[in-house]
């Protein structure tokens, strides 16, 4: 069984950073993609950011994270970073995090956290 544990949300005021991790455990054989998802009260969840197995990155088009947000990982550890930055009101939402893990050579599935809160006061 495969779990995604995140850590590191909390409250903070704008301008200030938080760092985000999700950690995979169980019975891991490869994982490829890794992303963080965000949903805001009322609002569709979005993808925050995507990061390869290679390092690869890409940031949703939908928020307006980019050179405030990084992502990363260590896949020695299997987990996966968000650094958020100048953060504003706009980025409170709960943050979810995913990935796509091959649980032995031929069988795979997507996987989510149970999501960490990040709220920005004013």
């Known amino acids: 069984q495969v779990q995604l544990v995140e850590s590191g949300g909390g409250l903070v005021q704008a301008g200030g950073s938080l760092r985000l991790s999700c950690a995979a455990s169980?019975?891991?054989?490869?994982?490829?993609?890794m992303s963080w998802y965000r949903q805001a009260p009322g609002k569709q969840r979005e993808l925050v950011a995507t990061?390869?197995?290679?390092?690869?990155?890409?940031?949703g088009d939908s928020v307006s994270v980019k050179g405030r947000f990084t992502i990363s990982r260590d896949n020695a550890k299997n987990t996966v970073y968000l650094q958020m930055n100048s953060l504003r009101p706009e980025d409170t939402a709960v943050y979810y995090c995913t990935a796509d893990i091959w649980t032995t050579a031929t069988m795979y599935n997507s996987y989510w956290g149970q999501g960490t809160q990040v709220t920005v006061s004013s």
């Open positions: 990061i390869s197995r290679g390092g690869t990155t890409m940031y």
């Open positions: 169980g019975i891991i054989f490869r994982i490829d993609a």
